[in-house]
T-cell receptor
Framework: AQTVTQSQPEMSVQEAETVTLSCTYD???????LFWYKQPPSRQMILVIR??????QNATENRFSVNFQKAAKSFSLKISDSQLGDAAMYFC???????????????FGKGTHLIIQP | DTGVSQDPRHKITKRGQNVTFRCDPI?????LYWYRQTLGQGPEFLTY????????KSRLLSDRFSAERPKGSFSTLEIQRTEQGDSAMYLC?????????????FGPGTRLTVT
């Protein structure tokens, strides 16, 4: 079974600064997908960024980018120019490339609470 | 795109009672997922449907949990004989099979409190 570990329960950053959230995962599969989801307080979870394991190029979405190190099984999220609206819980998630059965569900880490200091 | 909706948003029940939650996915989405999120944890995958077929249910936490999606549209998650340990947020998500794949859209969740 796959596991996802987020070792930072809480991170704090000054507005407009850059912050990196860490995620490691354990899998024996070679093809899979990794995600970062954002869960603002009392609001629904939304997808921030996605990375396909077969792609060497790191994904980027505006101020959000990832550092995907497949050999190290590491998938960190960098948020540049942090804004007050970035304050939320951030979850790293894994999905197998195999279809069917439990592989279609996401495996989440415990999350990192990101605080933005004005 | 009206988003995924869940009803009720909050449910308080006494131990031993049965509860049922409803999820309405985005209209064209054929896949629907249920997750449970306890305090301080990430969501935990429970089950999912493709249209009306339940393709995975071994992750349901016990035989007290069941889910249905009778016409391939909305889904219900039922917990029978609730226990205090069932207190959690129950999240529903939907997606569409195809390209781009795998993006799951989450609903706001139903928060269950068992007293």
């Amino acid at each position: 079974a796959q596991t996802v570990t987020q070792s930072q329960p809480e991170m704090s950053v000054q507005e407009a600064e850059t912050v990196t959230l860490s995620c490691t995962y354990d899998t024996s599969e070679s093809d899979y997908y990794l995600f970062w989801y954002k869960q603002p307080p009392s609001r629904q979870m939304i997808l921030v960024i996605r990375q396909e394991a077969y792609k060497q190029q790191n994904a980027t979405e505006n101020r959000f980018s990832v550092n995907f190190q497949k050999a190290a099984k590491s998938f960190s999220l960098k948020i540049s120019d942090s804004q007050l609206g970035d304050a939320a819980m951030y979850f790293c998630a894994y999905r197998s490339d195999y279809s069917g059965g439990g592989a279609d569900g996401l495996t989440f880490g415990k999350g990192t609470h990101l605080i933005i200091q004005p | 795109d009206t988003g995924v909706s869940q009803d009720p948003r909050h449910k308080i029940t006494k131990r031993g009672q049965n509860v049922t939650f409803r999820c309405d996915p985005i209209s064209e989405h054929n896949r629907l997922y249920w997750y449970r999120q306890t305090l301080g944890q990430g969501p935990e995958f429970l089950t999912y449907f493709q249209n009306e077929a339940q393709l995975e249910k071994s992750r349901l936490l016990s035989d007290r949990f069941s889910a249905e999606r009778p016409k391939g549209s909305f889904s219900t998650l039922e917990i029978q004989r609730t226990e205090q340990g069932d207190s959690a947020m129950y999240l529903c998500a939907s997606s569409i099979q195809g390209v781009p794949v795998l993006k799951q859209y989450f609903g706001p969740g139903t928060r269950l409190t068992v007293t």
